[in-house]
């Protein structure tokens, strides 16, 4: 299981807790587990491309919502999806986040 560091001074001192990465991203365990298979699939680009789209999509959603909760309301985050030439990587997507201090 992905475990994700993630602000909390309630579970010890550094201030960071962990939690898995579905209840970070708030969704269903089981459905999440099907979502990663079909992220997988060797036999079908298009489907495993949606899928991982999709993971992504969820991620990017998940760091938004913890940026909305930091500690830095004067700066904004922008997270995009990204994707580069497959032949490069099948693991061809990525999330890119942009700081902007609005100060």
């Known amino acids: 299981h992905l475990r994700v560091s ?5 579970n010890n001192e ?27 699939l060797q036999g079908d680009i298009k489907m495993a491309s949606e899928a ?3 993971i992504n999509g969820l991620r990017a959603m998940a760091v938004d919502k913890l940026w909305r909760n930091s500690r830095w309301p004067t700066a904004e985050l ?3 999806i990204k994707t580069f030439p497959i032949g490069l990587s099948t693991r061809n997507i990525c999330i890119v986040g942009t700081f902007f201090d609005n100060k």
């Not at 993630?6 to 309630?10: D, I, K, R, Y």
Request: hydrophobic share 40%; charged share 15%.
């Open 6 to 10: 993630v602000p909390s001074a309630a």
């Open 14 to 40: 550094s201030g960071v807790g962990h939690v898995v990465a579905e209840e970070w991203l708030g969704v269903d365990p089981g459905l999440y587990g099907q979502l990663k298979q079909l992220a997988e």
């Open 52 to 54: 991982m789209h999709t």
């Open 78 to 80: 922008r997270t995009s």
